[in-house]
């Protein structure tokens, strides 16, 4: 890194500290200072200015409120708060909005502050050279969505447009197997690959369903790790005593039933990333072992004498807020900063609903071609009943339906009914139904009925209800024999 080239600003009202700071750091950076907030205001904005460095408490405007105007003149470079006392609220919320990138506790000692300019400065190199592609996409993108736009108007036009000419149009929006061109996933995106060549921490926030795994393993392939292994840990799965052996492994002994020695995942990843799903269960207990190996990349076997390294880039998610966790005392703070370095957020799908058309397209393609269907036409009423939906289980739950339409599609039109949309499992429109809660019998005799009316009474084959049900034919027709499910007299063939 060619260091001399970067410019910090230091912004405090005690003289001496300046004074200190400039002797510290000139003979790396290009150092500027300014005495009072208002200064480094208008130095930051007469200068290109690449890293911020504050103190939190100044007379006038504290170092956060300084950072919030900083942030509004331009959001690009890293801001970094000294701070003496610990105004947790405040700090947790500059770091969650992305205000400060950093915060440190005065005195601060100039070896570790020096590594984290590097880290900053290194984001920022990375940053500039982005910028250039980042517009060079932008620009394609803008051209793509115009294109895209021509399209639809076609398919209004028409009604029954050809799939495959429409798919190589869609194919340019991928960003691996992740389909969008909303500009709020855009901007997801482009934070997604500007972190990813990094090996900063990554926490991802967002509902269920809406692409958070799949953003992890996004920035696994697009890192430098993408050769070694990425493993996943669902934290919510697995109780605590797994949990730990799981992911920091035991010796021989380390417990009854430990007869071999075993390797946990945060080994197998070595030289990788490892992502744990659900970090909002982590066992409070463990936490202090995980922020071990952190902040100094090793930790012990259960049963070990001694200590193992590694070298894991660790990227987590989770679908709870983990700001109240840590006010609820169930998530270590030091923790939670450590994780939530770099935040992405995957919006809910019923904020992006210019996706949908789109997915549908990918989703109707996928599952053709794995039930071996052939579909050239969309109907304009599907994408209509889609886009109107609210969509509580996101992109899986759209997912769901198109394949559940899939199976029951026939001929080369998809098409989706309203029924489709309903969720099997909590519907009440059954015919007969009080609209009390019914035993899990009850409901299941209702949801096979369902499925049953659905494909006019057919259980078996691709039309088949047990196709619908996802399970296996034998297995619905001794459930409608032990559930005592008859065809009613009249109904349809
Ligand atoms: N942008 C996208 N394009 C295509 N498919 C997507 C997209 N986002 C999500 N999916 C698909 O939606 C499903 C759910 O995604 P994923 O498992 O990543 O969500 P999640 O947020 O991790 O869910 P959970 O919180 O329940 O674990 C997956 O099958 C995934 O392939």
Redesign the pocket.
Known sequence: MEQKSYTILYVDDEEINLKFFAATFSWEYHVLTALSAEEGLTIFKEHEIDLVVADQRMPGMSGVQFFEQIYQLNPEPARILLTGYGDLETLVQAVNQGKIFHFFHKPWAEEELQRLFERALQIRMLQRENERLIQHLQQTNENLSRALGEVETLTTMLEEENQLLREEVNESFNFD????HSPV?QEVLHRTARVAVTDATVLIT??????????ARAVHRLSHRRQKPFIKINCAALPAQLIESELFGHEKGAFTGATSARPGRFELAHQGTIFL?EIGDFPLELQAKLLRVLQEGEFDRLGATRTTKVDVRVIT?T?VDLNAAVQQGRFRADLFYRLNVFPLH?PPLRDRKE?IPL?VR?FVKKYAVKNGKVIRRISKKTYQLLEAHHWPG???EL?NVIERGIIMSKGDKFKVDDWLLEDPARSRKTPGESGAIESLEENERIHILRALQQTNWRVTGDQGAARLLLINERTLQSRIRKLQIRRPNGADD
């Open positions: 197997d992740m389909v969008s996933f967002g509902e269920t369903g809406t692409g958070k795994e799949l953003l799903d998610a679908h995957t996706d997915l990918h996101n992109i899986r997912e």
